[in-house]
């Protein structure tokens, strides 16, 4: 299967770590991204190749991986971290290119 | 810095057919693919296809091939997105976004999405 899924909700207190799963089959030999998205803002990328942090994302922000599972790990969680995250995956030659349901994280 | 600007927000009755933009700026545009996403307000993120911007080829998401195209004009580097017969179900933002790799596909720009509205 080519699908994503993500746990619908996830709520953590502000100071707490928050943990956010996606599986998926394919996770077994593609790499995941995750992105965040606030209400009216278009996505962000937060971590690519499953433990990448993009450019200008706090080192509170990790990702990491076993099997067919990506986890997003966000430590010190704070009241601006509340938003909805999306984990993806691509093969190689994007001829299947998928996301996840989304997260919504609340602080 | 690179950016993806788009075009404004249409409103449309169903049936009728609509185009919508995304230009990119700070690359170099034929060396990317554009990749076009949608959602439907409250929903998730849906896949709709990608387009290379040097060459036009396209790969579409297994739901939406035959549903919309994807084409470019290099010259003025800029993507679009465009429906021949409009739905109802069609009303939702769609965000162009560029991949960072064109082995792994992480979208690392985007743009600030364009919200089309289908009603009669």
Not at chain 1, 52 to 81: C, M, N, Y
Request: negative net charge.
């Amino acid at each position: 299967s080519s699908e994503l899924t993500q746990p619908p909700s996830v709520s953590v207190s502000p100071g707490q770590t928050a943990t956010i799963t996606c599986s998926g089959d394919v996770l077994a030999k593609q790499y995941a991204h995750w992105y965040q998205q606030k209400p009216g803002h278009a996505p962000t990328l937060v971590i690519y190749k499953d433990t990448e942090r993009s450019s200008g994302i706090p080192d509170r922000f990790s990702g990491s991986t076993s099997g067919t599972t990506v986890t997003l790990t966000i430590s010190g969680l704070q009241a601006e971290d509340e938003a909805d995250y999306y984990c993806q995956s691509a093969d190689r030659s994007a001829n299947y290119v998928v996301f996840g349901g989304g997260t919504k994280l609340t602080v | 810095e690179e950016q993806l600007v788009q075009s404004g927000a249409q409103v449309k009755k169903p049936g009728d057919s609509l185009k919508i933009s995304c230009k990119a700026l700070g690359y170099t545009f034929p060396n990317y693919w554009i990749a076009w996403v949608r959602q439907v307000p409250g929903r998730g993120l849906d896949y709709l296809g990608l387009i290379y911007g040097g060459d036009s080829e396209t790969k579409y998401g297994p739901s939406f091939e035959g549903r919309v195209t994807m084409s470019v004009d290099k010259s003025i580097a800029t993507a679009y997105l465009q429906w021949s017969s409009l739905q109802a179900s069609d009303s939702a933002i769609y965000y162009c976004a560029k991949p960072g790799s064109d082995r792994y596909y992480y979208m690392d720009v985007w743009g600030e999405g364009t919200t089309v509205t289908v009603s009669s």
